[in-house]
T-cell receptor, first 113, second 117 residues
Framework: AQSVTQPDIHITVSEGASLELRCNYS??????LFWYVQSPGQGLQLLLKYFSGDTLVQGIKGFEAEFKRSQSSFNLRKPSVHWSDAAEYFC???????????FGTGTSLTVIP | GAGVSQSPSNKVTEKGKDVELRCDPISGHTALYWYRQRLGQGLEFLIY????????KSGLPSDRFSAERTGESVSTLTIQRTQQEDSAVYLC???????????????FGPGTRLTVT
């Protein structure tokens, strides 16, 4: 069965510091990969996606993610965090022939001044 | 209305009652998904509609859960004989296109928070 693991339940970083959120998946083939952000009182917003090709993908709000096939990982990064980045971040995968998305349990990000 | 809308935003119901949740997708989006998000958990896939094709119901947790969608319009998720474990936020998402990568780019609604007492 497919699974998505986000090992960090909660992360705190200082404003201006760099950020990396981890995501690992379990699936036989390379699925399609996504990162979503859920801000308080807001719906989920797609940050970035990976389907194929270049393993480093750029998203909105200055985020990027790198797909590493050998590690079954799709970690999210940002070089300099802003206070407005405080939110819940979800990694998701979908088999490239399927409909069912599998979401991780999320990482809550706190940004301190 | 440019986004996905859901109603009601909050619903409190007594155990054993039936509830109906509504989702209005973005106009022109042929695909529609329902998810459940329990407190502190990720999203659980419930059901997927694509145009007039038979829906993918593989995520529905029990036969108390059902969903309908007429064509490419509104969808309703019905939970019969609600239980306390049904308490969660129910999210709807829509996406454009039956084929290709566009169908995976979901736009989410704000959700319906269901509380079963």
């Amino acid at each position: 069965a497919q699974s998505v693991t986000q090992p960090d339940i909660h992360i705190t970083v200082s404003e201006g510091a760099s950020l990396e959120l981890r995501c690992n998946y379990s699936y036989g083939a390379t699925p399609y990969l996504f990162w979503y952000v859920q801000s308080p009182g807001q719906g989920l917003q797609l940050l970035l996606k990976y389907f194929s090709g270049d393993t480093l993908v750029q998203g909105i709000k200055g985020f990027e993610a790198e797909f590493k096939r050998s590690q079954s990982s799709f970690n999210l990064r940002k070089p300099s965090v802003h206070w407005s980045d405080a939110a819940e971040y979800f990694c998701a995968v979908v088999p490239n022939t399927g409909n069912q998305f599998y979401f991780g349990t999320g990482t809550s990000l706190t940004v301190i001044p | 209305g440019a986004g996905v809308s859901q109603s009601p935003s909050n619903k409190v119901t007594e155990k054993g009652k039936d509830v109906e949740l509504r989702c209005d997708p973005i106009s022109g989006h042929t695909a529609l998904y329902w998810y459940r998000q329990r407190l502190g958990q990720g999203l659980e896939f419930l059901i997927y509609f694509q145009g007039n094709s038979a829906p993918d119901k593989s995520g529905l947790p029990s036969d108390r859960f059902s969903a309908e969608r007429t064509g490419e319009s509104v969808s309703t998720l019905t939970i019969q004989r609600t239980q306390q474990e049904d308490s969660a936020v129910y999210l709807c998402a829509s996406s454009l296109g039956a084929n290709g990568q566009a169908r995976y780019e979901q736009y989410f609604g704000p959700g319906t928070r269901l509380t079963v007492t």
